[in-house]
């Protein structure tokens, strides 16, 4: 998946810059539905108000197994 994923220049230099973490593969045991649910939950806890919220693919958000695997 990394060297997949360093293909891509951004990602890459994203990587280089250390503005991304080691890609992870992570298997959730709830639906799409929960995830941006849960996702929405902290965004909303850092401040971001729910009518401006965008979920974005890829975020630079640390710690995200304590919000998605708990």
């Not at 709830?30 to 649910?37: A, F, G, P, V």
């Not at 929405?40 to 710690?63: C, D, H, Q, W, Y």
Request: net charge positive; proline share 3%.
């Amino acid at each position: 998946l990394e060297a997949a994923l360093r293909e891509n220049f951004h990602y890459d230099w994203a990587r280089k810059l250390g503005q991304l973490e080691n890609s992870k593969i992570v298997v959730l045991p709830y639906s799409e539905n929960e995830l941006q649910k849960r996702i929405a939950s902290r965004m909303t806890s850092e401040g971001v108000f729910e009518s401006t919220m965008k979920i974005p693919a890829l975020n630079r958000r640390k710690n995200w197994s304590k919000w998605l695997c708990n």
